[in-house]
């Protein structure tokens, strides 16, 4: 890894970046997290629901500066100018959603390996309603090869701005086992269940 990618740069530039846009987000949508005590100080893997292009800096906000993690994100976005290449010093990697994209698993391995936490949206794209897409199957796949465990989030999908939102996090847990795609279908269902169970208050 080059040096302009180490872990020690992508860190202080989360932190900067951190510094001042957060302080931003927060104005504009005024925000709580509850059940900060779930987050694990190892590496983990965070899957939030997706509905907003802010909800990446929701959920950075939520776990604060602290809590450093990589970002999984379309590909599309490296290629919008002076963002692509603020997000990539960040540590914010891309995935080509039109097919299987080996690199972007292996940078999830590769961060969760070295101690980090890396976020992954298993919707796959944004989505305006709950329980209206199935969820894809690589975050349980990465967790259950790499036995990290899973932090669910929720993420209230309507927003407004100056309006009051509550990110919820909720206990992590692991997952194992699954040899099909059918076991791994139903794993990553089992993380949408959890994730609406922080919206519903009936999280254990």
């Known amino acids: 890894m080059s040096e302009k990618n180490s872990p020690e740069r992508e860190r202080m530039c989360f932190r900067r970046m951190y510094d001042l846009i957060i302080p931003v987000v927060k104005l504009l949508y005024p925000m709580r997290s509850r059940g900060t005590e779930n987050i694990p100080d190892g590496p983990a893997l965070v899957c939030a629901n997706h509905s907003n292009l802010v909800d990446p800096l929701l959920l950075a906000g939520a776990f604060g500066k602290r809590h450093f993690m990589h970002f999984m994100a379309k590909l599309e976005l490296s290629n919008v100018p002076v963002v692509g290449g603020i997000l990539r010093r960040c540590g914010v990697y891309f995935v080509n959603r039109d097919h299987r994209d ?64 509550e990110v919820l996090i909720g206990k992590p847990f692991r997952v194992e086992g699954g040899r099909t795609h059918e076991d791994f279908a139903e794993m990553a269902d089992g993380v949408m269940e959890k994730i609406y169970e922080l919206r519903d208050g009936t999280s254990g």
Do not use: Q
Not at 134 to 139: D, I, L, S, Y
């Open 102 to 165: 080996i690199d972007a698993v292996r940078s999830t391995m590769r961060y969760l390996k070295r101690g980090e936490k890396v976020c992954i949206f298993p919707e796959g794209t944004r989505v305006s309603e709950d329980n209206t897409v199935e969820a894809k199957t690589g975050a349980v796949r990465i967790a259950a090869k790499m036995e990290v465990p899973i932090v669910p989030v929720y993420i209230p999908r309507r927003k407004r701005m100056f309006s009051r939102i």
